[in-house]
């Protein structure tokens, strides 16, 4: 046991902090499926870390990777130069993307890649003449990190509400979530005319004055909704009409979690620009990209070639030691078969989460690839508090999940095996039995 660790000063995000201190859990190692606790226990990673290390943990190449990067240029900016690593590890990405995404734009997070690709979007339409397009749409129940671009197009509401009047301008297409679609394998049948709402939008509002409509494929933090058949179709359809830049959230959705390198190639519905993080790495190392289509990059191209045509970019676009850490978790992804093997795995993975429909207080299952949502019912007047029991109890028992209010989601790293998912389901539901 490790307690002498003072755990005042870390300000710790998104958790009740003086609850966590109370009764801190700490993870001091981690290794392939499993994370090590700091009282030597072994806890299975259902969740990736936190939708990120998809190819498991503590992968020696990306370590010699990022050890010899840092040795021989730590860091280099990218602002009118730049270091060969960055524009190797671009090229490596746009060749797993969908044809047309011949540009990478570098991030730190997906909080940054979302308020880039919000402003790629805005600065598009004006470099084409058509500034009258400054409105954005995002959906309820929709995370789109915590930048102020984010909130106000993410649709949670505790996200939201502590901090002002956030963006003008902003619009919100209904969340998906139906009661008829419960318990739904993959893809529910109902909710496709769900994206009809953007034609109300439009006439509302007009289509000369909205920039992009973003939404996340499918729904990760809001507790997992799985996209309805035909709804991101229909959306892409009415964006299309009316020359609407269709962004795709693929934070969590990137680097092989639905079974193909991206959701738009795993659901067959192509974005205008998609962003990404988490998997980029593998987790190891922070950093995020924007992917955009040759036409949405190519309308900024036509000034003087001496002017920078987009005025936006962090210190840390394209780190060097980030960008190597990159292309070696791109090497172990191929060399693993891992951007596909959650479409061999998602079989199984829905056998066994639908598995625990008759366990206790579940209410819906929700799966896509190899993600699951588990939606409890809510104790009276105490939402979210039988999620976080469970959530307690699995770590203690030696299972990692997330939960957000009362739904529990998982979305394991691609390298887990039949019997590991088999333990993820059984020790849920032993858990489930305990909690009240
Ligand atoms: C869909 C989506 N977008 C953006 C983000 C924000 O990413 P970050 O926490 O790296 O800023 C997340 C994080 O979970 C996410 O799920």
Redesign the pocket.
């Known amino acids: 046991m490790n307690r002498n660790i003072p755990l005042d000063a870390f300000w710790m995000p998104f958790t009740a902090n003086r609850q966590f201190k109370a009764s801190p859990r700490l993870l001091v190692g981690a290794k392939g499926m499993f994370y090590q606790s700091d009282d030597g226990r072994e806890i299975l990673d259902g969740t990736a870390g936190?939708?990120c290390c998809n190819a498991g943990h503590g992968h020696v190449e990306i370590a010699d990777a990022v050890r010899d990067q840092l040795m021989s240029l730590d860091f280099a900016p990218t602002f009118q130069m730049g270091h060969p690593i960055a524009f190797e590890f671009a090229d490596r990405l746009r060749n797993i993307a969908p044809d047309g995404f011949d540009h990478v734009f570098f991030t730190g997070?997906?909080?940054?890649s979302?308020d880039t690709a919000l402003k790629i979007a805005l600065a598009y339409h004006r470099a084409r003449g058509e500034g009258s397009r400054t409105r954005l749409i995002g959906r309820e129940r929709g995370?789109?990190?915590?930048g102020f671009g984010?909130i106000s197009v993410g649709g949670l509401v505790n996200n939201r509400r502590m901090f002002g009047s956030l963006l003008t301008g902003v619009d919100h297409l209904p969340h998906t979530h139906l009661p008829q679609n419960a318990f739904t394998r993959g893809q529910p049948e109902h909710g496709a005319e769900l994206a009809d709402e953007l034609e109300r939008i439009v006439a509302l509002h007009g289509a000369e004055t909205i920039a992009a409509v973003i939404v996340?494929p499918l729904a990760?933090?809001t507790g997992v909704l799985v996209p309805p058949k035909g709804y991101l179709e229909r959306l892409r359809e009415i964006t299309r009409k009316y020359g609407i830049l269709l962004i795709f959230?693929e934070?969590?959705t990137g680097f092989g979690r639905l079974g193909a390198p991206f959701a738009s190639q795993a659901l067959g519905v192509v974005p205008d620009m998609f962003?990404t993080?988490?998997g980029i790495t593998n987790g190891a190392l922070p950093m995020?990209a924007v992917f955009a289509q040759g036409f949405v990059h190519d309308a900024f191209m036509n000034g003087p070639e001496s002017a920078i045509e987009l005025f936006h970019g962090y210190t840390y676009s394209g780190h060097p030691v980030a960008a190597a850490a990159g292309i070696a978790t791109l090497d172990v992804y191929e060399k693993g078969g891992l951007l596909t093997r959650a479409a061999e795995l998602a079989p199984y993975w829905e056998e066994a989460m639908h598995g625990l429909r008759d366990a206790p207080f579940v209410k819906d299952i929700r799966n896509l690839g190899l993600v699951a949502g588990i939606e409890l019912e809510s104790r009276a007047d105490a939402a979210g508090a039988r999620g976080y029991d469970v959530f307690v109890e699995c770590f203690h028992a030696g299972l990692l999940i997330r939960v957000t209010g009362d739904t529990i989601a998982l979305s394991p790293p691609l390298i887990v095996d039949t019997a590991q998912i088999d333990r993820i389901a059984d020790t849920i539901r032993e858990m489930l039995a305990r909690v009240a």
């Open positions: 936190l939708w997070s997906g909080s940054e979302v995370y789109h990190g915590v984010g996340e990760g933090s959230d934070v969590i962003t993080a988490k995020g």
